[in-house]
């Protein structure tokens, strides 16, 4: 049975990340929606015609050779009025990673991303797999909020049917949950059936979504520059 509410164990064992908003936005019960991978023709337009049906908005985390690769696409997820969050350049494994390559990771996802946007981004990371080293996010949290999660959907186990996971994560769902979906090709099957199950779900029983960007507004204002970004080319 795949855990979909983060473990306790796994919460305190990394405190300075956020698991939840801890404080949330509104006194409307709130959920946060992301998006882990894109972007990809084959999945996230999909996804935004979604979220635009229900009048959503999210939080996209890219990967930085995908944001290369479709640079259109992704300043569509912005022209919709998403945030998105730094994801690394290559979807790399923090623990199989040194310390100097994943900065290096990082830095060329936020420089490809602030260079194709035009402007300074939000400095929301997400390390992929959930996976970071005590020193790769004692480094990184000086600079950017570490997004986590609380609710994992599990749309990218093809072991899994989307029918059997709608009912065990509509019980889930909590003033201040972050869940995590994949804007991928191989989570494309279930995610796109989870996706307005979840989101129909949420609006019966009253919960509004927002962005991280404004669930973190105060953080995100102390680490994010003011200045407007200067491209690196």
Known sequence: MPFFRTPALLRHAFPSCYWQIPKPLHEQPTLYLTFDDG????ATPDVLDVLDRY???????CVGDNVRKHPALFREVLR???TVGNHTFHHV???QTSLTHYLKEVSMCRHVMEDTAGTALPRLFRPP???????QLCALRKDYAIVMWDILTHDYDPRLQADA???QL???LRHGSILVFHDSIKAYPRMIRLLPAIIEAALARGFSFATLEEGLAPTLHALTPTASYKSSS
């Open 39 to 42: 972007p990809v023709p084959e």
């Open 55 to 61: 009048g959503v908005k999210a939080s996209f985390f």
């Open 80 to 82: 919709a009025g998403h």
């Open 93 to 95: 494994k923090g623990w």
């Open 129 to 135: 797999y959930g996976r970071i080293t005590p020193k």
């Open 165 to 167: 996971l709608i009912p």
């Open 170 to 172: 509509k019980p889930l």
